[in-house]
């Protein structure tokens, strides 16, 4: 009795593991995907090779796995196989010699897939297709990919190619022309919930449902590590699935000591706020997840101002309800900005405290149109003093100088006005339209309307920009880091206009595959901070003739100018011209290679 009792706790099947999809019907989400492979299924038109992508634990390798045992399932092709036939029992068990499964993280060499290739001309040994699932197909070689190609684009009739990936960006164009590709979705918070609500229900575990809430939010999308999570909460709880569990297992930042911090922004109080950012401290938090949860507190914070009826289920105070909703927006950023530069900071601490005391610098007017501002401290006065002094000062000696071209704010937020040195005065020689007295040129008062217009802000096009033709384009990402495909996708571009914050770009066919919706959006991201907004890319394509001058051609023609520099350099060397001479020595053709930059 004990043997087999301490067997069964051996035996113990994890959640993910157990409750797998084994048919499409029961996939959560993905119904997209789903759609289209019951079609190609029913219909008779399978292709020969798709790519599934998406993060972790969103569903990639159980289609995979579903899609070949529809293939080969005894009942006949189809959406829905039997599930209990011979062939459908050994896929589930993950014994169908027919389906070879490959991991590309462990298997990245030329040599695994030449054997793949060699084995792919043999017979399906039980099933009527011979099915390959490559797993993280990104990992694999160059070399790799190459020897794989010709047979992922002409495989034998008998053989089907199932690719799946967390990074498609990192796969070769070759690749993904060949291949139908299926981008899926992660899960939403409420479709992991209700999965975790009927897995619990099966197995009868008491839970409350606050708790499954806090670990769908934890999954961050997906199912498996969701249901990891309610594995460890469940051996955390003893059996049991309790909220106040779930937070000590999480570490979850406790709801009251953010709202703790933020009223004391709001309401000015600089003392009570550094005290309870000690009594946080106290807990040894991770400062990164503090911010991510003020984030998260002030988008309920927002909602709840703006949209009827999205009050959140733990109630906001009252301070963070009453703040203008401006100044909640402006919070939210800050909390972002100082999530990104927290590693940055001495230490996450200090750099937590500097977000903090970033949002209590600006905070919102009092309602009598003063700013509420915190208690003034020792020294701050005679330190406004001598400020107000020195730009007095400056302002008594400040010459004329050459106009300044305005640029695009960078901030919601303006800076105050501090005392700028006097630029040295232009000399020149008098216009007659500008009368003088000795030296000094006489100032004269600009009209209303003319200042008007100077302080209107100007619609900002492509000459305001600087970016007027091809050359400037090519300039631009010239000074910008781009990297791999992105840096592909621009460097085979060439510039037509800018208006209207439109940007249009011509591209030859051999590379329109490069420019998908998700590599576009990089790209205007990558843009934004150079041009002073997000542009709108529109990319055509054009005849490779027609776009000759671009960054990715210069890129080529400076290669081959530092390779032609490095072999005439090698071969002018006198050791070399030496071996040659002397023994009879040859160059091996493509050895020489130009020293790194």
């Known amino acids: ?72 399932c005894e009942t006949g092709v189809g959406a829905d196989p039997c599930g209990e036939c011979a062939v459908c029992t050994a896929v589930d068990a993950g014994r169908f010699v027919d389906l070879l499964e490959i991991d590309a993280a462990s298997n990245t060499g030329v040599d ?22 490559i797993d993280e197909v990104h990992m694999l070689s160059k070399a790799a990919f190459n020897a794989l190609l010709k047979t992922l684009e002409e495989p034998p009739e008998h053989v089907k190619f199932l690719l799946a990936t967390t990074d498609p960006e990192k796969l070769p164009v070759t690749v993904l022309s060949r291949c139908l590709q299926f ?44 249901l990891s999570l309610l594995d460890q909460a469940i051996a955390y709880g003893a059996g049991s699935l309790a909220l106040a569990d779930v937070d000590s297992m999480l570490g979850t930042v406790d709801r009251g000591e953010v709202d703790g911090m933020l009223a004391a922004v709001a309401a000015g109080d600089g003392p009570g706020l550094m005290q309870a950012i000690e009594h946080h401290a106290g807990y040894s938090p991770e400062f990164a997840a503090t911010l991510e949860a003020m984030a998260e507190r002030l988008h309920q914070t927002q909602l709840a101002q703006l949209v009827e009826g999205m009050a959140p289920a733990e109630p906001l105070p009252e301070a963070l309800l009453s703040l203008p909703p401006e100044t909640v927006q402006l919070w939210y950023q800050m909390a972002l900005q100082g999530h990104r530069d927290l590693y940055m900071a001495p230490s996450p601490r200090i750099g937590f405290e500097m977000t903090m005391l970033r949002m209590l610098a600006f905070l919102p007017d009092d309602g009598s149109g003063a700013r509420a501002e915190p208690q003034a401290k020792p020294g701050m006065a ?36 501090m005392p700028r040195p006097a630029m040295p005065e232009a000399r020149s020689a008098p216009s007659p339209a500008s009368p003088t007295y000795g030296t000094e040129p006489v100032l004269r008062p600009e009209p209303p309307a003319a200042v008007a217009e100077k302080e209107a802000p100007s619609k900002p ?59 576009t959006r990089q ?51 006198p050791g070399v011209q030496g071996l040659i001479n002397d023994y009879g020595a040859r160059v091996a053709p493509g050895s020489i290679k130009p020293l790194p930059n």
Not at 471 to 483: G, N
């Open 112 to 133: 695994d897939v030449r054997e793949v290739i060699e084995n792919a001309q043999y017979m399906p040994t039980c099933g009527r297709y011979k099915v390959y699932l």
């Open 382 to 417: 005679s330190a406004a003093a001598a400020a107000g002094r020195l730009a007095d000062s400056s302002a008594s000696q400040a010459k004329p100088s050459a106009p300044v071209l305005s640029q695009p704010a960078q901030s919601p937020v303006a800076a105050p006005e």
């Open 461 to 519: 096009t492509g000459h305001v920009l600087g970016i007027a033709d091809n050359a400037q384009w090519v300039a631009l990402l010239s000074s910008i880091e781009l990297r791999g495909p992105m840096r592909e996708l621009a460097g085979n571009t060439t510039f037509i206009s800018l208006i209207d914050r439109q940007l249009k770009l011509a591209m030859p066919a051999s590379h329109m595959m490069l420019a998908g919706d998700m590599m």
């Open 523 to 573: 790209l205007a991201d990558a843009l934004t901070p150079y041009l002073g907004f997000e542009p709108v890319i529109r990319i055509d394509q054009a005849r490779a003739d027609a776009v000759t001058d671009t960054l990715s051609a210069r890129d080529r023609a400076h290669q081959d100018a530092r390779q032609q520099d490095a072999e005439a350099a090698f071969m002018a060397d």
């Open 1 to 72: 009795m004990f043997a087999a009792d301490l067997w069964s706790r051996m035996s113990y099947l994890v959640l993910a593991r157990k409750w797998r999809p084994r048919r499409f019907a029961e996939l959560v989400g993905q119904e997209h995907v789903v759609r289209a492979l019951s079609n190609a299924l029913e219909s008779g038109r399978v292709h020969h090779a798709y790519l599934f992508t998406g993060t972790r634990g969103v569903g990639k390798t159980t289609i995979a796995r579903i899609f070949a045992k529809s293939l080969n």
């Open 183 to 226: 981008n899926l979705k992660r899960l939403s918070e409420e479709q992991i919930a209700d999965q975790m609500r009927k897995i619990l229900s099966a197995e009868s575990i008491v839970f409350e449902d606050a708790a499954i809430q806090r670990l769908s939010h934890a999954a961050d999308g997906s199912l498996r590590d969701g």
